[in-house]
């Protein structure tokens, strides 16, 4: 069977950016990302989650970091020079982004936010992020996706 393109696969292949695609076997509903990792045979250090939050500005961010970390909403204030962030509600993400929830990903969203990286991805020659949709993962280099997102790289996640 062929492998069905998400847009963010058309992205990459658009701006000749190299990646490796994953695909992992699902049901309706997102699995967590420790999961994914491992149903897609990767460390769950290298497998990233993109988390959308909104400042106290109004401003909404992403925030894309470890699957096996937990975002510390200070330090994501601190990096997108907030006040405060809080995470939007489930029930807003299709609005915002065009994805669902376990198929968001930090390309091709519905409109450009300011987009975080945690910096333990500059620590890796390839990254994984959802290709789009659930089921569908690709592998990258992290300058890579941090360049195509107009991203920056920062301490985002708490000490576990």
Wanted: proline share 4%; hydrophobic share 40%.
């Amino acid at each position: 069977m062929a492998e069905q393109k998400t847009n963010v696969m058309r992205l990459l292949d658009q701006k000749k950016i190299p990646y490796c695609a994953h695909s992992y076997p699902h049901g309706d509903t997102a699995v967590d990302g420790v999961t994914v990792a491992g149903l897609i045979g990767k460390p769950a250090e290298s497998v990233f989650k993109t988390l959308v939050a909104r400042g106290a500005s109004k401003s909404i961010y992403v925030f894309v970091i470890p699957v096996c970390g937990e975002l510390d909403l200070k330090l994501a204030a601190k990096a997108a020079g907030e006040k405060s962030v809080e995470m939007i509600h489930v029930s807003e993400i299709n609005a915002l982004t065009g994805y669902v929830r376990g198929g968001c990903s930090p390309l091709g969203m519905k409109k450009q936010f300011r987009t975080f990286f945690d910096s333990s991805c500059l620590d890796r020659e390839s990254i994984v992020v959802s290709a789009g949709k659930i089921g569908a993962q690709v592998e990258l280099s992290p300058r890579e996706l941090i360049g195509l997102t107009r991203g920056a790289a920062a301490a985002l996640t708490k000490e576990l």
